[in-house]
């Protein structure tokens, strides 16, 4: 889904973004004829972004028709719409939760851009970790990140299910040209899994 409330540099989805997806652009019907070509082997379906709760008014009714079908569902957040968000678990419209964690707490306005409430991020966490669904957070690495922010994002999520780094894009276009250099090499991307894993049940790195 196009839009996005925030600016991270280091977005691999820079048209949607920016809500300019250049001919993109597919129709509700499309989609639905897409799977029902395919209702006897399709599992699920993953909505993202962009971020999809920032259109909550046309994503609540998609979902609703999407899990006439028997489809499990797995969206993806930046975890700034907790009210939205907690519509979706409580309507049982959601079975998977993948929600970024951007950086350590004094770092997430310098990282996305954007002049966020630090709150309704603290609040989706502890939505998702109590959600009773299976969830996962997960941290796009990349040089702005140091290894005490790492300390802290684990000590912000002590005792949840899983956490993932991932490093960024290097060979797609970002937000922002020239960004892929700002990437960790997996070796130092280890080390920080090693600091995370003393307070998360279950780490993973992503390349």
């Known amino acids: 889904m196009s839009g996005c409330n925030l600016r991270c540099a280091y977005c691999y989805n820079p048209a949607l973004v920016k809500r300019q997806p250049e001919g993109f652009t597919i129709s509700e019907a499309e989609i639905f004829s897409f799977l029902e070509e395919r209702r006897s082997f399709l599992d699920g379906v993953c909505i993202t972004g962009g971020e999809p709760l920032l259109s909550f008014h046309l994503l609540f009714p998609f979902l609703k028709k999407l899990k006439t079908y028997g489809l499990k569902v797995k969206l993806d957040t930046n975890g700034c719409f907790p009210k939205e968000l907690r519509k979706l678990i409580e309507a049982q419209l959601i079975d998977y939760i993948a929600m970024d964690i951007k950086a350590s707490p004094e770092k997430y306005e310098g990282i996305t851009r954007t002049a966020i409430k630090l709150a309704e991020i603290k609040a989706s966490v502890s939505l998702v970790k109590n959600s009773g669904l299976d969830y996962e957070f997960r941290t796009t690495v990349?040089?702005?990140?140091?290894?005490?922010?790492?300390?802290?994002?684990?000590?912000?999520?002590?005792?949840?299910?899983q956490?993932?780094?991932?490093?960024?894009?290097?060979?797609?276009?970002?937000?922002?040209?020239?960004?892929?250099?700002?990437?960790?090499?997996?070796?130092?991307?280890?080390?920080?899994?090693?600091?995370?894993?003393?307070?998360?049940?279950?780490?993973?790195?992503?390349?």
């Open 163 to 207: 956490y993932f780094l991932q490093s960024i894009k290097v060979d797609v276009p970002l937000l922002e040209e020239g960004f892929a250099e700002k990437a960790y090499a997996v070796e130092e991307i280890k080390t920080f899994a090693r600091v995370v894993e003393k307070y998360v049940n279950q780490v993973g790195i992503r390349s």
């Open 142 to 161: 990349h040089t702005g990140l140091k290894r005490e922010d790492f300390e802290k994002i684990a000590r912000w999520l002590e005792g949840s299910k």
